[in-house]
């Protein structure tokens, strides 16, 4: 049942014409998979499991502290001002609906383009989506002033207000996409994890727990024709996930760009900002599978090979995104427009230079070190890397939305935006929300889809054979 | 899986050769071609519509689509063969090959690029209104902002751009095209190795000079207009027109009993998700370029589709919307058109149909208000019809004088994409 | 396993350690003519469903259904809330904007079709299904482990025990298992029911609640979970502010400039007084009148203001705190003290004085070009307003039939108020239209007269005028002959003077009674509790 694959084998390198394996380990077999992923959340938690927990959910009971006080004493407390009316809290929406992009993609479009090494990555980075798009939801929602009030977005027959939201503005087009996100890529979460939490239903020893997995596995019971129905479901889905992780960010750039403020106004930014939000997602999706991969030992399942694949995606929306960047600077000259020239130059020479060299430096120069193998397969490296480009992908979403805002059409309107205590700790405090969902995933739900990796392992054997 | 065991047949396969009935049709394609293009040339400059500056801007446009039409393709197919290489892919192996010939009439296409050359060095703007220095005073222009424009949009630095992009993507052609030939030979790894690794940065060569190819050879017809997508928007053209090229050249050559055994399918029907997936990339990028402008609204911007909205192009306009989207979209949405390679194959004619259409819509409006009438559209037909006898013709006979096999018969990944099939 | 006779057979098991074999014997059973059968297998075995002969399933066409659905949801709902139901004009867009309620449409249709696609997938599967028989073995856990699983239902027209178990051990399948049907019983815990119940019971209060709230009115002041901007910290009337010098939050008009509708009319329309007119005749006073209008705060003018104001509508000093007093009027200083005697004040019609604001009689005679006619195009709507705004403001002293004993009037003489004047009676001779011309009624009501106060700053001056249309339509009616009114309405006027007459004889009846019983009762009463009594009759 095992395999014959040397423990230490750089599958990094593939001779053409033979595929380098994605599960490594002599002795990996079935039950060892399940075993690797399964005891993560049967074991007690770790020390750096509680010590990160407590640090994020000290940070998330802040965040929830600071959104009480907004509510209370109002959105004063931000530093939203005349002329920038979107401060952080839409930078940090913009954000992090871009984080949550790679799980979709990774879900979605390489499935649909039959990239087995998703298998190993998918459901963290699925997870991730998910609770990046908690994050995100929560900014528009408290940034609409009466955030209890924030229910009137809903089309729905009110007897109060006798009218209908207004559906030629893109603010609601918004709130369509992001909870139409929100709710397709919990279904995809929750439909691949079926299979794997009866998987712990079945391995449980204590009532309870059983009975907990027991009714979040519905009963599975890995019947093939459930497997097949499930199959065409989990391809559909893939397949209508995919053109919605398109739709969702650039409608979120259409929230900028329809406008005509200048250096919003610009029609590259759909496709900039979806392969930005790739940029950012697979940003963040390393930071989180490094540390994780190596508390919890699953170097056989993610293996480097799995982290160099993601690197190149890096490289290759981070290099999207400098073109776009290019080509933006490019048009404003080009189209001899007084505004939209003297917005860039601004961009660039402006008060708000160190933000924009920031997000070059971060977005378009760092990604450029993986064209070396040697940071793309050493750890520690993509990590930092990793972490430059989320910062840079911060700083672009300030940049577009502060930059732009703060030197309008109108020069005596123009103002400089400074962030108060309440934007810093929601800032933080929305990482500490990320971070406590998903340690809490870590610990209580499949970290790697078993099932699927094991039907990688399953090709493989087979192919092992075929060769022989 | 074990029940399909594919028997690799000898390099030398005569099924891998281009068949006989296609390689006689060369010459005779290639004469009619050039034919129609002298003549349609000809019409034009005698008797085209309107007076003659207005009847040569006509036919230089109607130029400028035939030839953009017949580069797409190819340039849609250099693309496909970076990509595939960059990504490693198996599947594709059966079918690059034909993508490869495509690619290889770029160079060829280069010397077609010359009319459009001299017609940029017209002092009164024949094809590029820019290149008529009195173009901003009579159109209200301020000076100051005209000859900004200007130092871009010159006859001298247009040239000098138009060469490195020929250059340029001519090299990228003629490189990977030798690659992947020397490996029928000499079946090197090494070579697959090679082409691999360089096709990173010549995406990103490729990616640039598309982007400034299509701002300066389309966009700058209309010289204050700007967009920045148009480049992605021509990209999505070209890949779609690639895919369809493709697509049709194999089942052409399958028909005539070449590469019967090799391509299956499971090929059509990766090219048929393809063909969806770009039509509908298609509609997103075309979508989202006319919703910005149309929401903003801003005169500098909307002008180019108000153009389009006038007279026969508005309703143009309107059947784009119905032809290159939702006929496609709902045509290829099922798996089992997908599955039958005639139907793919036909909707692959359709959609290099509705190609054409699109050119001729980012075209033709910026010559005249109207088609031009009866001799607007001979011209237009003549022209196109020739540039693509041309072209087919000039390519089967380059295939049958180098004795280019259709397919990349020693290639590693080859068995891989034999045994290839969908979930 | 004790009591197998008992239990149904539900099928048979065998277990298989790989793929291949798996899908081998599946296709052995499946040639043995098998068809309720299934595989059990940790991860998705490719090709199984040819090799156990399962069918296509509809999903794709579920999904479609749903998503088109999202679609005509989409595009509806939005049409009929924007372009129909609730047209609202948004930068400039069409009510109709197709581009526009695309993202919303497309969103809808993926929505849908993914719930079609994942609720779609759990209803064909039959799940969520918590009781399984096939579950029962302990070794089936493996199954999402590590091990494969073939399955035979007892159901299946060619199932025999025997026949099945060698088939399946000849498949290579090992650790045959019998699968019986689940009796144990399929009632729930009580206790469930119970915990259920009460949960939903509980859930339903605040919404019950809520529910009441919305359909009964409270006297209480609300109660504010979210303050939702109730409590605004802008300034309301009569208040103070640090932020302006004088420290008055409510801000004059500024010198010089007109309000909007100000002066939408003529200044005659203004000032009941025929400009033009005033203008040939003393142009120095018409002069100081029109600046007095539109510099009412101006100091420089205040002397020159003062005899302009004498006769000036206070509709042109609207917001003006300067007491009337301080501009001593410069005609009423010349002028001989008016005579403060009762006599003269209660008899506006012997002193003829121009309005003044300090009630400054002036002897000499009225010289002023007053408006002769009211410039309000009258009609029954004008003299209805007029009416409601003499209800309003004059009627608590002149009283509602202007006769001069208002409820003020009234009380002023039951305290017996030493300082109070006789509010005037209207229908008197030297207040008729032909010796009090219109426009000197309009000016009396703007800037008032001896104890009455302007009422230029409350009534708008169309109110004003419209009053001065009701004051004379009551003096009319108040001398009104029968003949004066249209042929058909006489008749009409009869039957109601006839009824009312009736009424009233009846009411002076009933009075009279009353009284004589009350005073026979108040007789009696005095009789028992004389002190009590007395006490109550001073009031």
Known sequence: MSLAIPQGLDNTVERPGERAPLVLGETTTYHSVTEMVSQIAERPPSRAWVIGFLISATLASWFGICIAYLIYTGVGVWGNMNPVFWGWPIVNFVFWVGIGHAGTLISAVLYLFRQDWRTSINRAAEAMTIFAVVCAGTFPGIHVGRAWLAFWLAPYPSLNLWMWPQFRSPLLWDVFAVSTYGTVSLLFWYMGMIPDLATFRDRSTNKWRRMAYGILSLGWSGSSRHWMRYEKAYALLAALAAPLVLSVHTIVSFDFAVSQVPGWHTTIFPPYFVAGAIFSGFA????????????????????????????????????????????????????????????FVNRAFGPYWWAYWTMVTCNVISPQLFWFKANRTTPWRIVVISIFVNIGMWFERFVIVVTSLSRDYLPSAWGYFGPTWVDWSMLVGSFGLFFTLFLLFCRFMPLINMAEVKSTLAGQLHHHHGNH | MSEHKHHLKTADDPSFQLPASLAALAVPLAAVGGAMLIIGFLIGAVAGPGDAAESWRFTMSAYLVAFTFCFSISLGCLFFVLIQHLCRAGWSVVIRRVAEIFMIAIPALALLFIPILLASWSPSGVLYPWSDAGFGDSHGIPASTWEEKLRYLNSGWFSVRSAIYLVLLSGLAIYYFRLSRLQDETGELTLTERMQARSGPAVMIFSLVTTFAAFDWLMSLAPMWYSTMFGVYIFAGSMLAAHSAVTVATYLLQSRGAIRDEVTIEHYHDLGK?????????????????????????????????????????????????????????????????????????????????????????????????????????????????????????????????????????????????????? | ???????????????????????????????????????????????????????????????????????????????????????????????????????????????????????????????????????????????????????????????????????????????????????????????????????????????????????????????????????????????????????????????????????????????????????????????????????????????????????????????????????????????????????????????????????????????????????????????????????????????????????????????????????????????YQDVYPDGKLFSTISNGIRKMSGYGSQIKASDRWAIVAYVRAMQASQNADVDDLPVDKRDELKKLKAEVEAKLAAAAEAEQKKAAEAELKRAEAAKQKPADAAAKAIP
């Open chain 2, 274 to 423: 393809f063909l969806f997936g770009f039509v509908t990339f298609w509609t997103y990028i075309a979508f989202s370029q006319f919703m910005l402008i149309w929401y903003a609204n801003i005169p500098e911007e909307t002008e180019w589709f108000y153009t389009r909205m006038q007279g026969p192009w508005h309703s143009i306009s309107y059947l784009m919307i119905f032809f290159h989207w939702l006929f496609p979209f709902l045509g290829l949405l099922s798996r089992h058109v997908r599955r039958r390679p005639k139907l793919v194959f036909a909707w692959s004619i359709y959609l290099l149909v509705v190609h054409f259409f699109d050119l001729y819509w980012i075209v033709m409006p910026q010559a005249g208000p109207t088609l031009g009438g009866a001799s607007g559209i001979l011209v237009s037909l003549l022209l196109t019809l020739g540039m693509f006898g041309l072209y087919i013709g000039g390519m089967l006979w380059f295939t049958r004088c180098k004795q280019v096999k259709i397919l990349a018969v020693r290639d590693p990944r080859l068995p891989e994409s034999l045994a290839f099939e969908n979930i």
């Open chain 1, 284 to 343: 963040m999706v390393l930071t989180l599978m490094v540390p994780a991969r190596h508390i919890y030992s699953l170097e056989k399942l993610i293996t480097v090979r799995h982290l160099e694949n993601m690197c190149k995606i890096i490289l290759a929306t981070g290099t999207i995104v400098g073109l776009a960047y290019g080509t933006e600077f490019f048009i404003a000259w080009y189209g001899q427009v007084g505004e939209e020239k003297f917005a």
């Open chain 3, 1 to 431: 396993m004790t009591d197998k006779s008992n239990k149904k057979l539900h099928g048979v098991y065998a277990e298989f350690d790989a793929v291949d074999p798996l899908l081998a014997a599946c296709r052995r059973v499946r040639d043995a003519g098998y068809v309720k059968t299934d595989a059990f297998t940790p991860f998705p075995v490719h090709g199984i469903d040819k090799a156990l002969g399962i069918k296509p399933t509809a999903l794709p066409w579920i999904a479609l259904a749903c998503g088109l659905t999202g679609t005509a949801i989409g595009v509806f709902m939005q049409v009929f809330m924007n372009t129909f139901d609730y047209p609202y004009i948004i930068s400039g867009k069409p009510f109709f904007s197709m581009p526009a309620f695309i993202p919303v449409s497309f969103e809808l249709t993926i929505l849908l079709a993914s719930f079609g696609a994942f609720f779609g997938m759990l209803a064909l599967n039959g799940l969520p299904k918590f009781s399984n028989p096939i579950f029962t073995d302990p070794g089936f856990d493996r199954a999402t482990d590590d091990k494969f699983f073939l399955f035979i239902d007892s159901a299946d027209p060619r199932f025999n025990h025997k026949g099945v178990a060698r088939l399946l051990t000849d498949a290579g399948g090992a650790n045959l298992v019998d699968v019986y049907e689940d009796d144990t019983s399929t009632q729930s815990p009580k206790w469930l029911w119970i915990v259920l119940g009460s949960v939903i019971f509980l859930s339903m209060i605040p919404l019950l609640l809520v529910a009441r709230m919305r359909v009964t009115n409270s006297s209480s002041p609300r109660f504010h979970v979210f303050f939702d901007m109730d409590f605004s910290p802008a300034k309301g009337a009569q208040m103070t502010t640090s932020l302006f010098a004088d420290g008055r939050s409510m801000r004059p008009d500024v010198p010089g400039t007109v309000a909007v509708g100000q002066f939408d009319r003529e200044l005659d329309f203004y000032s009941g007084i025929d400009m033009d007119e005033l203008a040939r005749r003393d142009s120095g006073r018409a002069e100081r009148l029109v600046r007095a209008m539109l510099y009412p705060d101006d100091p420089q003018d205040a002397t020159a203001d003062a005899e302009a104001a004498a006769e000036q509508p206070a509709d042109a000093v609207p917001a003006t705190d300067q007491p009337a007093a301080e501009a001593e009027p410069a005609e009423a200083a010349t002028a001989p003290p008016a005579a403060e005697s009762p006599a003269t004040e209660l008899n506006p019609a012997v002193v003829e004085p121009a309005p003044s604001p300090t009630g400054a009689a002036v002897t000499s005679e009225d010289t002023t070009p007053w408006l002769r006619k009211n410039p309000l195009e009258l009609s029954v709507e004008v003299v209805e307003r007029g009416r409601t705004q003499f209800d309003i403001y004059c009627a608590t002293c002149h009283g509602n039939d202007g006769r001069g004993n208002g409820l003020v009037n009234r009380r002023a003489q039951r305290i017996l108020a030493t300082a109070w004047v006789q509010p005037s009676s209207l229908h008197q001779d030297t207040l």
